[in-house]
């Protein structure tokens, strides 16, 4: 570290609160920044993966100067003002310094590319050199899954982990949490998980999520298991410190849920079951109420999909239970309705209405801070589509399409496969509620999605819906929507 300037105990003092980032953001909740800064990164043609914790980060100080891509964006946002201006600090007064030398990271790892710097790197940025307090987005060229430092390779990464097989896809799956293939297979990581292993495994959940937002689960899940394995082994390995064996459980049991997710829309509910009971054991171990509730919330989910509506109403309970000290009104309306679909799987229409007026008055309440960073998806048109849902199964398709109608207009656009399911519920309420000319219309939309959106669950709606409509085939448009669809590849 001959080129550094500072002592090796000064990138550990406190960090210093980024007011005039926070007073940017103004009203809106961190989820709903970060949400505004991607859209703005699509506008120059830039990728980030922002969401509310890296917006967290950079309100606490933790990240003193955005990585390249990120200051593009923030200018691109905030014309005029420079990066001084959003608080942060200059690009000159961190470039050239080291890594962090991780105060819980082995000593053989001191020598890796992201720890060691030369006196190059002060007079030029290269990739590889590792901004101070920025970790989120740090150009790794041994982070398969950071998809920032080169566009072209992020395309071929991408590509690979939807529809690759063999050793590209292994190495895209284990690399970022930092254990060899031969440590994995014997299940006895050479070394214990400091603060490296956990940011890994932490920015592998936000991967899996944003690809899945994406693409949907189906071209995901076998790959996804990969990474899940890797955490239990990092897991059972141990940690240098007790903070990291927290944030490795954490991380651990999210990235249960986020692939037991992907298990739920690809139809493969019993691997579902079993991913979101391991995610629910670990929150109960550590103690964590907020996993615990984000458990229950997909188990609530999960059981209304497979046909068992009393368990869904008792695991929405459940975690409305949990989640209430937490503070936050958005999660507290999303179990709502997650109450309200098993109430409606009973064809209790006074159980689901009482769920749905209060999801819908949580909700008004507004974001805070207390928001957990997983809802990110959670906006008006979730709430709108969940309760079309709602009144899908209680055969009201009136109300249902005007609701899944609604969901697909005020998607954000880089939830694609939302806006596919919203669509696919709306010609489906469509079609079953007399209206098919319509539902064509709707389901077409749905078919020019599916090159992008890989769902199992969306392909079963659509398969629904072209069954109700083969008996008006002479309806406008809907022998057109019942030939492409009779085209579709059978899914397996």
Do not use: K
């Not at 955005?66 to 470039?95: C, I, K, Q, W």
């Not at 150009?139 to 590509?159: G, T």
């Not at 899945?212 to 899940?221: E, F, K, M």
């Not at 398709?397 to 656009?413: M, N």
């Amino acid at each position: 570290m001959a080129s550094s300037t500072v002592t090796s105990s000064q990138p550990n003092r406190p960090a210093r609160p980024n007011l005039a980032f926070r007073r940017v953001r103004g009203q809106r909740s961190p989820a709903e920044f970060a949400a505004l800064v991607r859209r703005a990164a699509r506008e120059i043609g830039e990728r980030v993966s922002c969401d509310a914790r890296y917006i967290g980060r950079v309100e606490a100080g933790e990240i003193r100067c955005p990585n390249y891509a990120y200051e593009r964006v923030f200018l691109h946002m905030f014309p005029g003002r420079t990066l001084t201006d959003l608080g942060f600090a200059s690009r000159s007064s961190v470039r050239g310094r080291g890594a962090r030398m991780d105060e819980e990271a082995p000593l053989a790892d001191t020598t890796s590319p992201a720890h060691t710097t030369s006196g190059a790197h002060g007079v030029s940025e290269t990739h590889g050199v590792y901004e101070p307090y920025e970790t989120q987005d740090r150009q790794d060229p041994q982070n398969p899954y950071d998809m920032h430092h080169d566009h072209e390779e992020s395309d071929v990464l991408r590509r690979a982990f939807m529809t690759g097989g063999g050793a590209t896809v292994a190495a895209a799956s284990l690399a970022p949490l930092g254990l060899p293939h031969d440590a994995l297979t014997a299940g006895r990581p050479s070394l214990r998980a400091g603060t490296r292993e956990a940011s890994a495994l932490e920015e592998a959940v936000r991967r899996i999520r944003l690809l899945d937002d994406r693409h949907g689960a189906d071209g995901l899940y076998r790959r996804a298991a990969a990474p899940l394995r890797t955490a239990y082994a990092l897991l059972d390995a141990g940690a240098t410190r007790q903070a990291t064996a927290d944030r490795l459980h954490l991380g651990a049991g999210e990235l249960a849920i986020s692939v037991g997710w992907l298990a739920h829309d690809s139809g493969r509910y019993d691997d579902a079951r079993s991913h979101y009971a391991e995610a629910l054991a670990t929150a109960r171990m550590t103690g964590d109420p907020a996993l615990e509730a984000h458990a229950f919330c997909n188990t609530a989910f999960l059981a209304r999909d497979s046909g068992r509506p009393r368990e869904a109403v008792r695991a929405a309970q459940a975690a409305q239970r949990v989640a209430r000290p937490l503070g936050s009104a958005r999660l507290m309306s999303l179990l709502a309705l997650r109450e309200a679909g098993g109430w409606a799987g009973l064809a209790d229409r006074t159980g689901c209405e009482q769920a749905l007026v209060r999801a819908q008055a949580l909700y008004g309440r507004g974001p805070c801070d207390a928001d957990p960073e997983w809802m990110s998806f959670y906006g008006e048109a979730e709430l709108e589509g969940l309760e079309a849902q709602c009144w899908s199964t209680l055969g009201d398709w009136q109300r249902a399409a005007r609701h899944a109608g609604r969901a697909a207009h005020l998607q954000d656009p880089h939830f694609t496969r939302n806006i596919a399911l919203y669509t696919a519920e709306l010609a489906d309420d469509l079609a079953r509620g007399g209206r098919p000319d319509e539902a064509a219309t709707a389901g077409m939309r749905v078919l020019d999605l599916l090159d992008e959106v890989q769902s199992s669950r969306i392909q079963t709606m659509l398969a629904g819906t072209a069954r109700v409509l083969l008996p008006h085939r002479r309806a406008s448009g809907v022998s057109t929507f019942l030939e492409r669809h009779a085209s579709l590849p059978r899914m397996t």
